[in-house]
């Protein structure tokens, strides 16, 4: 039996109070981007708006943001469906996987970007094993893959970090829902292959979604991640949202405030992603 | 809903692509295998070898020299040491504050239904998951005004903003699947509701609460946006260290740091993981950190421990 009571009132008025200091930034971001706050604050005036909705130095930033944030997330959820589905057994080799792709779980934003620096950098640990190989002969010869236009640094690190989250998940769900489902449906003469694809997959894909809309939201959010490791050209959003928001000259400040706005909408619009794909895992699992 | 067994056919395979255990598909095995180990094993030691090398010119495989000056660092009562305690007790602080904030936040959350379910769940999961940056960004004048910005009083507060947003979700996950009958019962023999609550369901969750704090800590633990803007310059935590350390080029402080906010998070969750599985006592079906949990709330409880 789950807890259940009538009145909604008390537990909207607490959801309400954590929100608030978003709301609280939402509002003040909103007054500073249209010149009623903030050290910018000049009157009423769109300018700041139309300046960051004119430059295409930020659209641009955004559009890296989404592709690698997506690219990362999509890495990531392949490599924990396939140890999912993997290594869903009781032997040593999977418990060994299953563990080993759960270490990262707890390792910070930071310590990963750090560590992509050391390892992934033009004189990092790949590419001496590189010149170890007699693959390269010098480190322009490899490929840079820190602070990048394609973001591949960034993209490879931010997967290897949520597998583990995406992996727990993944394992969550095959053991609460799966093997019933799957047994059923080979009892009605399903092959191993029709299975994993018509009952395995899909069950997957609906109990993974929100976890996967979460991490995306996660990586694309991410200032550490993208400060170490983004392309300066393009910018990538929240680098860009600091930056102008530190900016000595006060009308940069200003479309800092807008850009903050901007983030914080699209958190909302994230947020609403969630939510409905969370509520469609829930009906599936009631 | 019952089915009839198909002839000849016994119990389904647990693990449909593996059922033909070909040579090349035990090979892919062992190569994901190797690349787990290596992914879970390599960083924490690489650091380790960093944060003691003296000279590691590239191309050298492995440092040429060796020092101990970053760990001494720290054991010296140095900036990163004092950063560490700085970390520590902001983090316990959130994770303690979060779980008093959050717990009957979750619990309420938990008792809505329908469209005020969605959209209560939704805004208790907006500071956790709304941008950091734009989350500082959009409070620091806020903090200034209250004169709390520069302040570890005013970081703590900031952090909370996310954290408190995680474990509201998380308590949302636990209280969906707490079983009331002992609370239930405990009512029925005369109990009021604050002595349920202090009695009953808190003893009850003690595991998931332990697990909270932990999840809170964390939240803190590795915070970067948030410490900045609202810390203003004059909060030093680990994780700003590491950022400072690897944009001016100490690789060995750098990773010593990186070390150390690895160690103690990896710690909590060895001890969160084995407290929770001998806590998970029928009465309290435990949520989110504990067990296998399906495709709804506890499995997807927002964990960004950078958040």
């Known amino acids: 039996m789950t807890a259940r009571a009538s009145g909604s009132a008390p537990g909207a008025a607490l959801a309400g109070l954590v929100a608030a200091p978003v709301v609280v930034g939402l509002g003040y971001s909103a007054a500073a981007a249209i010149g009623l706050a903030g050290p910018a604050a000049r009157g009423l005036s769109l300018v700041h708006i139309d300046r960051v909705m004119r430059d295409a130095t930020v659209w641009r930033g955004?559009?890296?943001?989404?592709?690698?944030?997506?690219?990362?997330?999509?890495?990531?959820?392949?490599?924990?469906?396939?140890?999912?589905?993997?290594?869903?057994?009781?032997?040593?080799?999977?418990?060994?996987?299953?563990?080993?792709?759960l270490v990262p779980f707890p390792i910070p934003y930071v310590v990963a970007a750090a560590g992509a620096v050391l390892v992934l950098g033009q004189s990092g640990l790949l590419a001496r094993l590189a010149a170890a190989a007699g693959v390269i002969h010098d480190p322009s010869g490899f490929p840079p893959l820190v602070l990048d236009r394609p973001g591949l640094g960034f993209i490879l690190t931010f997967a290897w970090k949520e597998v583990p989250f995406l992996t727990f998940v993944a394992v969550s769900v095959l053991a609460t829902r799966g093997q019933q489902l799957e047994e059923t449906a080979r009892t009605l003469g399903a092959s191993p292959a029709a299975t994993l694809r018509r009952v395995t997959v899909p069950l997957l894909w609906r109990g993974l979604a929100p976890a996967v809309v979460l991490v995306f939201i996660f990586i694309a959010g991410t200032y550490e991640g993208a400060a170490l490791l983004g392309p300066t050209d393009p910018l990538p959003f929240?680098?860009?949202?600091?930056?102008?928001?530190?900016?000595?000259?006060?009308?940069?400040?200003?479309?800092?405030?807008?850009?903050?706005?901007l983030g914080l909408i699209l958190g909302l619009a994230a947020v609403a992603v969630f939510e409905w794909t969370r509520a469609r895992a829930e009906r599936l699992r009631s | 809903m019952t089915h009839a067994p198909v002839p000849g056919r016994t119990t389904a395979a647990p693990i449909p692509v593996a059922t033909g255990a070909s040579p090349g598909w035990r090979g892919v095995r062992l190569a994901m295998v190797t690349l787990l180990v290596i992914s879970a094993v390599g960083p924490p030691a690489l650091l380790a070898m960093l944060s003691a090398s003296q000279s590691w010119f590239y191309p050298a495989l492995l440092p040429t020299g060796w020092t101990a000056d970053a760990w001494s660092a720290v054991v010296r009562r140095g900036p990163l040491a004092r950063a560490v305690g700085t970390s520590v007790v902001l983090g316990l602080t959130t994770g303690v504050v979060g779980c008093v904030l959050a717990a009957p936040i979750g619990r309420a959350l938990a008792r809505l239904h329908g469209a005020a379910r969605h959209v209560a769940v939704a805004a208790a999961v907006l500071p956790a998951a709304a941008p950091p940056i734009a989350v500082a960004t959009g409070l620091q004048l806020t903090f200034v005004r209250a004169q709390l910005a520069g302040t570890p009083v005013g970081v703590v507060l900031a952090h909370l903003v996310p954290a408190v947003g995680?474990?509201?979700?998380f308590f949302f996950a636990v209280f969906t699947a707490y079983d009331t009958r002992l609370d239930d019962e405990a009512r029925s023999l005369g109990a009021s509701p604050r002595q349920v609550w202090l009695r009953v369901t808190l003893p009850t969750l003690r595991p998931q609460l332990g697990a909270g704090v932990g999840l809170g800590f964390l939240v803190s633990w590795g915070q970067v946006p948030l410490t900045l803007v609202i810390g203003g310059g004059r909060v030093h935590t680990l994780p700003l260290e590491v950022m400072g350390y690897v944009q001016a080029g100490e690789t060995r402080f750098a990773a010593a740091a990186a070390l150390l906010l690895i160690l103690l998070p990896i710690v909590l969750l060895l001890v969160a993981s084995a407290r929770l599985v001998r806590g998970s006592a029928p009465a309290s079906a435990p949520a989110p950190a504990s067990a296998p949990a399906p495709a709804s709330a506890p499995a997807s409880a927002p964990t960004r421990v950078s958040a």
């Open chain 1, 62 to 101: 955004l559009a890296w943001t989404i592709y690698a944030a997506a690219l990362a997330t999509a890495l990531a959820t392949a490599a924990a469906v396939a140890v999912a589905i993997g290594f869903r057994g009781t032997g040593i080799g999977d418990r060994l996987a299953r563990i080993a792709a």
């Open chain 1, 238 to 261: 929240a680098v860009a949202t600091y930056e102008r928001y530190q900016a000595l000259d006060l009308t940069l400040r200003g479309d800092g405030f807008v850009l903050t706005l």
């Open chain 2, 166 to 169: 995680v474990l509201s979700f």
